[in-house]
């Protein structure tokens, strides 16, 4: 069972979205194998419960139960109910897997260190392979998207998947012994991933490895706690002053003056000017979710329901030459994607379950003597941090790549929950 799990993040990264009918894709062979995983895992918790007894006592897990819950009674007030049906299903078999076989099967150190270097060499594999591609066009900014074809939709979910592996990677050099072969390999692949970083040329990557950087000092001086507290401040505040008088609405794009830049310096002046498509197609969207919200706060109108419903909320003013929106994206922010879909009670479900991991990451790595225990604790809060901070900007937590690390990250925390068998106590002896 270990083995299939080593499998599985080796295939992460090789990963290619198919369609499934007209309404349904899966990605494959990532998906399938999950689906399997999740049937064995049903078929062992009916064999022998007890042997879950551990992990089926995480507050963790109660936290996602209680999501999952909650995305079953969306369905009832959901204006796609099918659809939403579709998202409960491609939920389930993500998180059974990964929140309740893995933490059983990936405990040791040895286990840990196999599953990262699997999924960190196969990822490294395909930077190797897209730099080779992407130099054939001359390292061009629109060239990018076509070297990553088919395992990547585009430069961004490559770019996130990309620099949320930094983590585990210096954590995998610091975990080698000095002056020896494989810390001189795990080097030179961090050396050729951040020159794949750079190349990607995506915005919220790079930014996002400075969140990462950020985050790990906080929870390395133990203050992250305050960093959570004043973000939501901060982040509060700056949607008070945008919903104030509705001057969001002064951040109207001119829709003949939107473009998509094939230079990368063009794209990034675009982007302060607020002249770059991608931005004015983002507000728009942003626009029409605020309206959406205001309709249904409680309720919302259902998992996976964005996009057959968003366009009667959309304010004409605001339109680009892209909202015709062939690629059927979202909203572009999840936490916003999140209120529209599954109400004001589905956003205060998953911002309780991503505070109590950052909080329950800085106790870990602040009180434990376990030097396993806090690594896992470190990698998992930083690269929580940065995911979070992608999805201000998209919403990458619905697709394998990214949404697989996240689940991994959950999957880490409920393992160190059964090990120490804490949950429910407040003691932090963590031997």
Same mark, same amino acid.
């Given at each position: 069972?270990?083995?299939?799990?080593?499998?599985?993040?080796?295939?992460?990264?090789?990963?290619?979205?198919?369609?499934?009918?007209?309404?349904?894709?899966?990605?494959?062979?990532?998906?399938?194998?999950?689906?399997?995983?999740?049937?064995?895992?049903? @078929? !062992?918790?009916?064999?022998?419960?007890?042997?879950?007894?551990?992990?089926?006592? +995480?507050? %963790?897990? *109660?936290? /996602? #139960?209680?999501?999952?819950?909650?995305?079953?009674?969306?369905?009832?007030?959901?204006?796609?109910?099918?659809?939403?049906?579709?998202?409960?299903?491609?939920?389930?078999?993500?998180?059974?897997?990964?929140?309740?076989?893995?933490?059983?099967?990936?405990?040791?150190?040895?286990?840990?260190?196999?599953?990262?270097?699997?999924?960190?060499?196969?990822?490294?594999?395909?930077?190797?392979?897209?730099?080779?591609?992407?130099?054939?066009?001359?390292?061009?900014?629109?060239?990018?998207?076509?070297?990553?074809?088919?395992?990547?939709?585009?430069?961004?979910?490559?770019?996130?998947?990309?620099?949320? @592996? !930094?983590?585990?990677?210096?954590?995998?050099?610091?975990?080698?012994?000095?002056? +020896?072969? %494989?810390? *001189?390999? /795990? #080097?030179?692949?961090?050396?050729?991933?951040?020159?794949?970083?750079?190349?990607?040329?995506?915005?919220?990557?790079?930014?996002?490895?400075?969140?990462?950087?950020?985050?790990?000092?906080?929870?390395?001086?133990?203050?992250?706690?305050?960093?959570?507290?004043?973000?939501?401040?901060?982040?509060?505040?700056?949607?008070?002053?945008?919903?104030?008088?509705?001057?969001?609405?002064?951040?109207?794009?001119?829709?003949?003056?939107?473009?998509?830049?094939?230079?990368?310096?063009?794209?990034?002046?675009?982007?302060?000017?607020?002249?770059?498509?991608?931005?004015?197609?983002?507000?728009?969207?942003?626009?029409?979710?605020?309206?959406?919200?205001?309709?249904?706060?409680?309720?919302?109108?259902?998992?996976?329901?964005?996009?057959?419903?968003?366009?009667?909320?959309?304010?004409?003013?605001?339109?680009?030459?892209?909202?015709?929106?062939?690629?059927?994206?979202?909203?572009?922010?999840?936490?916003?994607?999140?209120?529209?879909?599954?109400?004001?009670?589905?956003?205060?479900?998953?911002?309780?379950?991503?505070?109590?991991?950052?909080?329950?990451?800085?106790?870990?790595?602040?009180?434990?003597?376990?030097?396993?225990?806090?690594?896992?604790?470190?990698?998992?809060?930083?690269?929580?941090?940065?995911?979070?901070?992608?999805?201000?900007?998209?919403?990458?937590?619905?697709?394998?790549?990214?949404?697989?690390?996240?689940?991994?990250?959950?999957?880490?925390?409920?393992?160190?929950?059964?090990?120490?068998?804490?949950?429910?106590?407040?003691?932090?002896?963590?031997?």
């Amino acid at each position: 069972m270990r083995l299939i799990f080593y499998i599985l993040f080796a295939l992460l990264p090789l990963s290619t979205e198919l369609p499934i009918g007209d309404s349904l894709s899966l990605d494959f062979p990532f998906e399938p194998i999950l689906i399997i995983l999740s049937f064995i895992t049903i @078929l !062992f918790i009916c064999y022998s419960p007890k042997y879950f007894y551990a992990v089926l006592q +995480s507050p %963790l897990l *109660l936290l /996602i #139960s209680a999501q999952m819950v909650w995305w079953l009674i969306n369905i009832i007030f959901s204006t796609t109910p099918l659809l939403s049906f579709k998202f409960f299903l491609a939920k389930c078999w993500y998180i059974i897997p990964y929140c309740i076989l893995l933490p059983l099967v990936i405990q040791e150190k040895k286990h840990w260190i196999t599953l990262a270097s699997c999924l960190c060499i196969s990822m490294s594999i395909m930077i190797i392979v897209a730099i080779v591609r992407h130099a054939g066009f001359q390292f061009s900014f629109i060239g990018i998207n076509k070297s990553l074809f088919p395992f990547f939709r585009n430069h961004v979910n490559y770019s996130a998947l990309l620099v949320c @592996l !930094f983590p585990t990677g210096y954590i995998l050099l610091k975990a080698s012994a000095p002056k +020896s072969n %494989l810390r *001189l390999g /795990i #080097s030179i692949l961090l050396v050729i991933a951040f020159a794949g970083l750079i190349v990607a040329y995506s915005r919220g990557a790079w930014l996002a490895l400075l969140v990462g950087i950020l985050a790990y000092g906080f929870i390395k001086k133990g203050i992250m706690q305050v960093a959570i507290t004043f973000s939501a401040i901060a982040i509060c505040i700056s949607i008070f002053v945008m919903v104030q008088n509705q001057r969001f609405l002064s951040f109207r794009p001119k829709h003949d003056q939107t473009y998509f830049h094939e230079k990368l310096n063009e794209h990034l002046a675009a982007t302060v000017t607020l002249e770059d498509v991608s931005n004015g197609e983002r507000i728009y969207r942003w626009i029409a979710g605020a309206y959406m919200v205001a309709d249904k706060p409680i309720t919302g109108f259902g998992t996976n329901s964005f996009y057959p419903t968003y366009k009667a909320y959309t304010l004409p003013a605001y339109k680009t030459w892209v909202s015709n929106n062939p690629d059927h994206s979202t909203v572009h922010n999840y936490f916003l994607l999140t209120t529209i879909e599954q109400g004001l009670p589905g956003l205060c479900i998953f911002l309780l379950l991503i505070v109590y991991m950052f909080v329950y990451c800085q106790k870990i790595y602040t009180h434990s003597s376990n030097p396993l225990h806090k690594q896992l604790a470190i990698v998992s809060g930083t690269t929580l941090a940065m995911i979070l901070f992608l999805n201000f900007f998209s919403d990458l937590l619905e697709t394998d790549k990214v949404g697989g690390i996240f689940w991994l990250i959950c999957s880490v925390v409920i393992s160190l929950q059964s090990q120490t068998n804490l949950a429910g106590k407040q003691r932090y002896n963590y031997e």
